[in-house]
């Protein structure tokens, strides 16, 4: 009697017993699986429009950012907006080359060489130096310029807006009438220049980057800094002045505003 008693009252089989009857079955198992795909269909599907929030969310917050800071700069140092930008033209040590083939919109760019007078009128917006570009970087963002920054001299080039794009692009991206005899040139904001770091002048920590929508063109394969527009506007044949435009964003079509991009966004 005592074995048989044990035998039913074994408390070890009772608790196996239970432990199977708290496993899912095949069909409970089939279900949960259903929903995960299901699930995972949906963020899939929605993983592209909230990349592409992200990026304009952060181009909307950059923008005005670089662009306060940069007046900010001009406010409190008489007119001087930084100095040591990208300048987005090829050269081993020097600013003689050819606007970079991994900037976006290269053949709405082109180089041209500046005269004295320019020179002396970017000098005067605190523009002294620029820093060359590699013609083939191993990543076209993070090493295309880090170079020594070579200082501007009648000879340099620089990467100029053409001027039948000028036009256009300045009236329907920044509402801006372009002067006549006017010259627009493009400077990236690169790690080296003077409004970044922990210098006296710095506004930011590190240099934003700007990421595509487009995923064949990723910092790694596309300068993708932010940039600067700046005018270079003849007075009278002895003197020419420059002026910062405003802040632009890198794009495979070529450089645009903030306006544009939204616009962009909201139109697809």
């Not at 299901?38 to 923008?63: D, K, Y």
């Amino acid at each position: 009697m005592n074995v048989l008693a044990s035998k039913r009252h074994n408390p070890l089989k009772r608790s196996s017993r239970k432990q199977l009857r708290s496993g899912l079955s095949l069909l409970e198992l089939l279900v949960v699986l259903t929903i995960l795909i299901a699930l995972g269909g949906i963020v899939v599907s929605t993983l592209p429009g909230m990349l592409q929030r992200t990026q304009v969310a952060t181009a909307a917050a950059n923008v005005p950012e670089i662009d306060a800071a940069i007046r900010r700069n001009a406010m409190l140092s008489q007119g001087q907006i930084g100095d040591r930008f990208d300048s987005l033209i090829a050269g081993q040590g020097s600013l003689d080359g050819e606007v970079v083939a991994y900037l976006g919109g290269v053949e709405s760019l082109q180089p041209s060489t500046l005269s004295g007078l320019e020179v002396a009128a970017l000098a005067e917006i605190g523009i002294t130096e620029l820093v060359p570009a590699a013609t083939e970087p191993l990543n076209a963002t993070f090493d295309s310029h880090d170079q020594l920054p070579v200082p501007l001299a009648d000879d340099a080039k620089v990467c100029a807006v053409s001027a039948d794009v000028a036009v256009e692009l300045l009236r329907t991206n920044w509402n801006f009438e372009p002067a006549d005899q006017a010259k627009y040139i493009a400077v990236g904001l690169g790690e080296q220049c003077s409004l970044v770091g922990a210098g006296e002048r710095a506004a930011f920590s590190e240099s934003p980057v700007h990421f595509s929508d487009d995923r064949n063109h990723s910092p790694e394969s596309m300068y993708s800094r932010y940039m600067l527009l700046l005018e270079l506007k003849p007075v009278n044949e002895t003197r020419f002045v420059a002026r910062y435009v405003g802040a632009a964003i890198p794009g495979v079509d070529g450089i645009h505003s903030l306006s544009k991009e939204l616009e962009s966004y909201y139109s697809n």
